[in-house]
């Protein structure tokens, strides 16, 4: 059974920081890329950042280029979304995601992701 768990979400003042985690089990980690996507209320999901398989090569939204650091280490089949310099805007569910046949990480901004966590909530107060 396939299982990506975020943990990490919470509340945090303007300016501040958060890390977020992605717990991996029941598929072959190091064969996909692993993305996060967030959904702001009243909006729809959108792509945040992507990391190749071995963690290599990584893509990002314009919106969070510079502040957000996505890694992974795949001996724990784990990826992190270390978010700096939060602002108001950032206020969203945050999903991880997962996908085993992405060759160009640019494809995963459309969002089509074999694998889904339910999702942790960032909230960013002003």
């Known amino acids: 059974q396939v299982q990506l768990v975020e943990s990490g979400g919470g509340l945090v003042q303007a300016g501040g920081s958060l890390r977020l985690s992605c717990a991996a089990s029941g598929f072959t980690f190091d064969s996909a890329v692993m993305g996060w996507f967030r959904q702001a209320p009243g909006k729809e999901r959108e792509f945040v950042a992507v990391?190749?398989?071995?963690?290599?090569?990584?893509y990002y939204a314009d919106s969070v280029k510079g502040r957000f650091t996505l890694s992974r280490e795949n001996a724990k089949k784990s990826v992190y979304l270390q978010m700096n310099s939060l602002n108001t805007e950032d206020t969203a569910v945050y999903y991880c995601a997962a996908d085993r046949s992405i060759v160009s990480l640019e494809d995963a901004t459309m969002g089509d992701m074999d694998y889904w966590g339910k999702g942790t909530l960032v909230t960013v107060s002003s």
């Open positions: 990391i190749s398989r071995v963690g290599g090569r990584t």
